[in-house]
């Protein structure tokens, strides 16, 4: 604790938001948009969410959560999972 100062200016996660302003996407070199909620800094461009472990951005794509692929585990139709095309259900 050099500077006194410091805790003030950290968000409730640790994240110090000057960090945050100059951070941006590896891949693309634009800026990201952090998700407090998921804790997770965000490159729009890139469809990628970096996780952010205790404070520290970790910006490698290895790590980077995809984010096209939510919309396939959040939920479908029912009726469009590949399991239902087999004839089971063509008696309705």
């Given at each position: 604790?050099?500077?006194?100062?410091?805790?003030?200016?950290?968000?409730?996660n640790?994240?110090?938001?000057?960090?945050?302003?100059?951070?941006?996407?590896?891949?693309?070199?634009?800026?990201?948009?952090?998700?407090?909620?998921?804790?997770?800094?965000?490159?729009?461009?890139?469809?990628?969410?970096?996780?952010i472990?205790?404070?520290?951005?970790?910006?490698?794509?290895?790590?980077?959560?995809?984010?096209?692929?939510?919309?396939?585990?959040?939920?479908?139709?029912?009726?469009?999972?590949?399991?239902?095309?087999?004839?089971?259900?063509?008696?309705?």
């Open positions: 604790m050099t500077d006194p100062e410091a805790p003030a200016e950290f968000t409730p640790g994240v110090d938001p000057r960090l945050l302003e100059i951070l941006i996407c590896p891949l693309t070199r634009q800026p990201l948009v952090y998700d407090r909620a998921e804790n997770e800094l965000i490159s729009k461009k890139a469809r990628l969410a970096y996780p472990r205790g404070g520290i951005p970790i910006m490698l794509e290895e790590e980077a959560r995809d984010m096209d692929e939510l919309p396939e585990l959040s939920g479908g139709a029912p009726d469009a999972m590949p399991g239902e095309e087999s004839g089971e259900g063509e008696g309705r």
